[in-house]
């Protein structure tokens, strides 16, 4: 027997403390606006360079502006991380068994669309194609969520918003986002930050002093060129930030960027060892 579907890792957020977040750019502003008028919000950027933290931050500072009406929300932003099973089912819902009958259950869209919280659909492209028609009904001028299975044609609350991400490194022809889902959000392009604004990210985030930030953050610049040399994916602000956990843990640098850095970005030996060398010239 195959066991049931994963329904999505829906993660509601309770939004108590501020996420911290460092803007890079306009991004904060260009977000306030799209959200005034409630247009949909594309982010696009590689994987680990802020664009999670940067919806938390955006749904709880949206969150403190909003009327108390609208402060009642339990979970002001839901995110779903989607990947290659996830249905159009498990965002919006299906029929469960409780007992001896089949109860309704939203899923986390429908939960969004109906209470008015930002949804943020995390890597959209790895979803199954059939979650295109629900995208697109949400993000045209009707705003409108049609739910198959029980008929109800759900107009969105005035305060919903769709966000959604898309890492364009991953990109192959057959995970490419359409253009007709493209053409229906404002796009905000992210990228890994500049030596001087990751070293104050990684300080923050990692709790390592300021020179060892600095270094980490060179060290992700230079490893980032090698990119040039035929290695793809770079490093991540997320992976410079756990050097610095473990640094700031008692890990040795050279051990803790060995772990967290060369290892974690490639198996390639030649490439590892690239790294290596970086991380010997700048510790
Ligand atoms: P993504 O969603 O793009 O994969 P995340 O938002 O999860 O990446 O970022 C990974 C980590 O990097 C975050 O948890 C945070 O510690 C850190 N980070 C990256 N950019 C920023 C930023 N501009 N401000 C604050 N933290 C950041």
Same mark, same amino acid.
């Given at each position: 027997?195959?066991?049931?579907?994963?329904?999505?890792?829906?993660?509601?957020?309770?939004?108590?403390?501020?996420?911290?977040?460092?803007?890079?750019?306009?991004?904060?502003?260009?977000?306030?606006? %799209?959200? %005034?008028?409630?247009?949909?919000?594309?982010?696009?950027?590689?994987?680990?360079?802020?664009?999670?933290?940067?919806?938390?931050?955006?749904?709880?500072? #949206?969150?403190?502006?909003?009327?108390?009406?609208?402060?009642?929300?339990? +979970?002001? &932003?839901?995110?779903? %991380?989607?990947? $290659?099973?996830?249905?159009?089912?498990?965002?919006?819902?299906?029929?469960?068994?409780?007992?001896?009958?089949?109860?309704?259950?939203?899923?986390? &869209? +429908? !939960?969004?669309?109906?209470?008015?919280?930002?949804?943020?659909?995390?890597?959209?492209?790895? /979803?199954?194609?059939?979650?295109?028609?629900?995208?697109?009904?949400?993000?045209?001028?009707? !705003?409108?969520?049609?739910?198959?299975?029980?008929?109800?044609?759900?107009?969105?609350?005035?305060?919903?918003?769709?966000?959604?991400?898309?890492?364009?490194?991953?990109?192959?022809? &057959?995970?490419?986002?359409?253009?007709?889902?493209?053409?229906?959000?404002?796009?905000? $392009?992210?990228?890994?930050?500049?030596?001087?604004?990751?070293?104050?990210?990684?300080?923050?985030?990692?709790?390592?002093?300021?020179?060892?930030?600095?270094?980490? %953050?060179?060290?992700?610049?230079?490893?980032?060129? #090698?990119?040039?040399?035929?290695?793809?994916?770079?490093?991540?602000?997320?992976?410079?930030?756990? +050097?610095?956990? #473990?640094?700031?843990?008692?890990?040795?640098?050279? !051990? /803790?960027?060995?772990?967290?850095?060369?290892?974690?970005?490639?198996?390639?030996?030649?490439?590892?060892?690239?790294?290596?060398?970086?991380?010997?010239?700048?510790?």
């Amino acid at each position: 027997m195959t066991p049931p579907k994963k329904p999505g890792d829906a993660a509601g957020h309770r939004l108590r403390a501020e996420p911290w977040y460092l803007p890079l750019g306009d991004e904060i502003e260009i977000f306030e606006a %799209a959200y %005034a008028a409630r247009l949909p919000v594309l982010l696009k950027g590689p994987t680990g360079c802020g664009k999670t933290r940067f919806v938390e931050h955006m749904a709880w500072r #949206l969150y403190r502006q909003a009327d108390t009406e609208r402060r009642t929300l339990e +979970t002001p &932003l839901i995110t779903v %991380a989607c990947h $290659e099973d996830l249905t159009a089912t498990d965002l919006v819902g299906r029929f469960l068994l409780s007992g001896d009958e089949t109860v309704w259950t939203d899923g986390p &869209l +429908t !939960r969004a669309v109906r209470s008015g919280a930002i949804c943020y659909l995390d890597e959209v492209v790895e /979803a199954r194609k059939d979650t295109t028609v629900v995208v697109h009904s949400l993000t045209d001028h009707r !705003r409108l969520l049609p739910i198959e299975k029980t008929g109800e044609l759900l107009d969105a609350h005035p305060d919903f918003q769709l966000v959604i991400s898309y890492n364009p490194g991953y990109q192959s022809v &057959l995970k490419d986002l359409k253009p007709s889902t493209r053409q229906r959000f404002v796009s905000l $392009e992210f990228d890994y930050p500049s030596v001087e604004l990751e070293a104050q990210i990684i300080g923050h985030e990692s709790g390592v002093g300021a020179q060892d930030a600095q270094r980490l %953050a060179l060290i992700g610049a230079k490893v980032r060129n #090698l990119r040039e040399h035929g290695f793809e994916e770079g490093v991540s602000t997320r992976l410079l930030v756990y +050097t610095g956990q #473990l640094i700031a843990g008692g890990i040795s640098p050279r !051990r /803790a960027c060995d772990v967290a850095i060369a290892r974690a970005v490639t198996d390639d030996r030649e490439v590892q060892q690239a790294v290596a060398d970086i991380v010997d010239v700048l510790l």
